[in-house]
């Protein structure tokens, strides 16, 4: 099993920048491509960035040029730096990890899959302001 706790998240005004942070433990967390989903209460969720344990990254047409994914593999630790926040970012931003997919693939079902293949942490709130 992978555990996932998400910190970060808080408001911000239209234009400025916030960096989510994701601390993954249990199993050999190089063998899952670890990213980022959002919710926003009556949508439906949205794969925002995701990377896998060789670096290679997929986003969200919506986040492109705008958020950067990274991981830290020495701290088990993901990173979601977002700037040019818009109040259409304004969500619950979770943390996920999904086991044997490329980023592609893994980027839709993001928050949708259960143990043993998928993994979500308990979300932090983002709040943009105009």
């Not at 670096?55 to 986040?63: C, D, I, L």
């Not at 593999?73 to 979601?80: R, V």
């Not at 979770?94 to 893994?106: D, I, K, S």
């Amino acid at each position: 099993a992978v555990q996932l706790a998400e910190s970060g998240g808080g408001s911000v005004q239209a234009g400025g920048s916030l960096r989510l942070s994701c601390v993954a433990s249990g199993d050999t967390v190089s063998n899952y491509c670890l990213g980022w989903f959002r919710q926003i209460p009556g949508k439906e969720r949205e794969g925002v960035a995701v990377i896998d344990g060789d670096g290679n990254t997929k986003y969200a047409g919506s986040v492109k040029g705008r958020f950067t994914i990274s991981q830290d593999n020495a701290k088990n630790t993901l990173y979601l730096q977002m700037n040019s926040l818009e109040p259409e970012d304004t969500a619950m931003y979770y943390c996920a990890a999904v086991a044997h997919l490329r980023p592609e693939t893994a980027i839709p079902v993001l928050g949708q899959l259960g143990p043993p293949v998928g993994y979500s942490g308990q979300g932090t709130q983002v709040t943009v302001s105009s």
